[in-house]
């Protein structure tokens, strides 16, 4: 019999994995054999990771309240479910064939060897998985076997809106080549494990370890019972594997569907802060826009051909004597000089004030016109997603994807139902066939 490899999610306590507490499996005089390959602070691992993505993502946003200011709060708290960190423990052997200490109390021939290839397993994980990145990572030699607890943050990269740079398991994986998920067991995480288990596999073959593969535990079934209990779980799980897929869809379409929604209702409101700025900008226009008009009044009034004014000017010239033959020359006032020369100059100005006059008018009805398409073309597309939810029927499922608890609660309530019913045909297909041998 070989050995069992446990490849499994840790609970990801790193305050423990790093000794800062000792639990009662511990063997405190063991603790100085462990190995601690990266002991580096989830803060500081985002700051690494996410710091250039958030600084551009800010530097985009007009708005402070849309800026990224805590990411690694953010994914806490997000309802995505997505984690902050993830863990994986990894383990060969059982306590009972690989127990670190021997018979004498030293370091057992079988630990030794597991503690080598999980050594080798552990330093060439992050060259294999780039985009897992090990912010923390130890082997244990001071519990009962050895096995590593290995604590990475997702990283995806390429999308084309908010940050480029993101946590994300599942894009994470198959940036690195995993093949998408076929079902909800059957999924990116479930084909890396597999992956990750075949690798490990290989490096115990390399050493003379054959790995165990474990068969189907029949329990105290008899051949007929295992049978009625094994088609009952594979049609219980086939039918959880729909419900799980339709689900899955469901979600998919009410995220998908609602993250444009509110992209459209933000841009929806964005582009009413800009009318509103517009408008003041309007405003002010318009106040400039009175002074050309007063200034528009004045020159026409300087400009008006008034009969009278101009005899008066005419009557007010005295006629100087020609000297040499030359033009004949008339001497008026300083007032009627001025006076003059406005009425000259009238026609020029009124028509420059009103080229400006028009052409500020003309570029702003331009700037409202196109603002009002934007806000029309956003607030059609928002009606079309309402009805699009009406016309689906996924209003409810929208309210309880808001509320993830509500859809785990409905599933889990459908999901103990059919595994009743189940139940039940075991039961009556088992007592129908005691009656047969009875009789």
């Keep these: 019999m070989g050995k069992t490899i446990s490849f499994v999610k840790g609970k990801g306590s790193i305050s423990h994995n790093n000794r800062d507490f000792i639990a009662e499996n511990v063997d405190r005089n063991r603790t100085a054999w462990n190995v601690e390959y990266i002991k580096q602070p989830i803060r500081e691992a ?26 690694l709060k ?40 597991a503690s080598e290839i999980l050594d080798e397993y552990a330093r060439s994980f992050q060259e294999r998985n780039p985009n897992l990145y090990l912010f923390n990572a130890v082997l244990h030699m001071d519990e009962a076997t050895p096995h590593l607890h290995l604590d990475y943050i997702p990283v995806a990269h390429g999308y084309k809106t908010k940050m480029h740079t993101r946590n994300s398991l599942t894009k994470a994986l198959q940036e690195m080549g995993i093949a998408p998920a076929v079902s909800k067991t059957d999924n990116e995480t479930t084909h890396w494990q597999e992956r990750e288990r075949e690798y490990l596999k290989g490096l115990c073959l ?47 379409v009410i995220a998908s569907v ?14 009413k802060k800009h009318l509103d700025e517009i408008n003041e900008q309007i405003e002010d226009r318009e106040k400039r826009y009175a002074v050309y008009e007063k200034k528009i009044d004045k020159v026409l009034a300087a400009g008006k051909p008034v009969a009278k004014e101009l005899a008066v000017i005419r009557k007010n ?13 008339v001497k008026i006032s300083e007032k009627d000089f001025n006076r003059l020369i406005d009425m000259a100059q009238a026609p ?14 003309e570029h702003m009805q331009g700037i409202i016109d ?24 996924l209003v409810e499922e929208f309210k309880e994807f808001v509320r993830p608890k509500s859809i785990k609660e409905r599933m889990e309530a459908k999901q103990k139902v059919v ?7 075991v039961v009556n297909s088992t007592a129908r066939r005691e009656k047969d041998i009875a009789i």
């Design 46 to 71: 985002y700051n690494q990771l996410f710091g250039e993505a958030i600084a551009e993502y800010n530097a985009k946003q007009k708005r402070k309240d849309r800026q990224v200011t805590d990411y």
């Design 74 to 113: 953010d994914i806490k708290n997000s309802g995505n479910g997505e984690k902050q960190f993830y863990e994986i423990v990894v383990q060969i052997g059982k306590k009972d064939d690989t127990g670190v200490l021997d018979s004498e109390g030293n370091l057992s021939v079988d630990a030794k060897a």
């Design 206 to 252: 390399e050493r003379g370890i054959e790995v165990e593969i474990l068969g189907v535990k029949r329990d105290n079934y008899t051949i007929p019972e295992y049978k009625v209990a094994m088609r009952a779980t594979e049609e219980l799980t086939a039918e959880l594997e729909i419900l799980n897929a339709e689900k899955q869809e469901a979600e998919s």
């Design 258 to 271: 609602g993250a444009e929604i509110a992209d459209a209702r933000e841009e929806v409101e964005e582009s």
């Design 317 to 329: 010239a005295k006629q100087l004597p020609s000297i040499l033959g030359s033009e004949p020359s």
């Design 348 to 361: 020029g100005t009124l028509e420059k004030l009103n080229e400006i006059y028009d052409r500020e008018l």
């Design 370 to 393: 196109d603002l009002m398409v934007q806000v029309k073309t956003w607030k059609d597309k928002v009606l079309q997603y309402d009805k699009f939810f009406n016309v689906k029927g």
């Design 419 to 425: 595994e009743k019913q189940k139940c039940e045909q």
